[in-house]
């Protein structure tokens, strides 16, 4: 089964630090994608990227950076948490663009900012 | 810009009854639509739908698309109190270097015993 790991459940951090969310897939993906879910918006999506170091910003991206040094590991970044980021975040992979679907969904990091 | 609706936002069924949850969209180069379903973790894969009025099923759990319509309907039929969870739809578009999901804001099932 692919796996997609996020490195905490939950995190607890001060305003204005700087977070770091990792996710961690096991398939070789080419696709990744950080999302956040807030109740009755749904998941919005963050930052996604199709290759290594290659990233383009989804619907909500201010507040946020990703980086991707390797094709497995996808990273978020808060430069400065604020209260409005407490979310929970999701990170996913998915195969090639020649196949639709197949997404895998890490277990969530519960991020709140106090 | 890509949207995807899904109606109602929440809903409470005692159990045996059949539900219906619907989901509009309007997402550029359509590939795809997949429901979720999501209890306390992450979204578990229900189904994915490619072609109009082809139906899939899954135990007591089916849906459908309409492309020409823009919408999908996921069936709960004889639902139980494990059905309870919030029901995702998204809409996979495709883009010229990948793919992109886009989510609804989810319906909230309640099942009562």
């Known amino acids: 089964d692919v796996k997609v790991t996020q490195s905490s459940r939950y995190l607890v951090k001060r305003t204005g630090e700087k977070v770091f969310l990792e996710c961690v897939q096991d398939?070789?993906?080419?696709?990744m994608f950080w999302y956040r879910q807030d109740p009755g918006l749904g998941l919005r999506l963050i930052y996604f990227?199709?290759?290594?170091?290659?990233?383009e910003k989804g619907d909500i991206p201010e507040g946020y950076s990703v980086s991707r040094e390797k094709k497995e590991r996808f990273s978020l970044i808060l430069e400065s948490a604020s209260t409005n980021q407490t979310s929970m975040y999701l990170c996913?992979?998915?195969?090639?663009?020649?196949?639709?679907?197949?997404?895998?969904f890490g277990s969530g990091t519960r991020l709140t900012v106090v | 810009e890509d949207k995807v609706v899904q109606s109602p936002l929440s809903l409470v069924v005692h159990e045996g009854d059949t539900v219906t949850l619907n989901c509009s969209y309007e997402?550029?180069?359509?590939?795809?639509l997949l429901w979720y379903k999501q209890e306390k973790k992450a979204p578990t894969f229900l189904f994915m739908l490619?072609?109009?009025?082809i139906e899939k099923k899954s135990g007591r759990l089916s849906s459908i698309l309409d492309k020409k319509e823009l919408f999908s309907i996921l069936n709960i039929t004889a639902t139980q109190t494990g059905d309870s969870a919030v029901y995702l739809c998204?809409?996979?578009?495709?883009?010229?270097?990948?793919?992109?999901?886009?989510f609804g804001a989810g319906t909230i099932l309640r099942v009562k015993s």
């Open positions: 990227s199709y290759d290594v170091k290659m990233k």
């Open positions: 998204a809409v996979e578009g495709l883009l010229e270097y990948g793919n992109k999901l886009v």
């Open positions: 996913a992979s998915s195969l090639t663009i020649f196949r639709a679907g197949g997404y895998t």
């Open positions: 997402v550029t180069n359509f590939r795809s």
């Open positions: 490619t072609s109009s009025g």
């Open positions: 398939m070789d993906h080419e696709n």
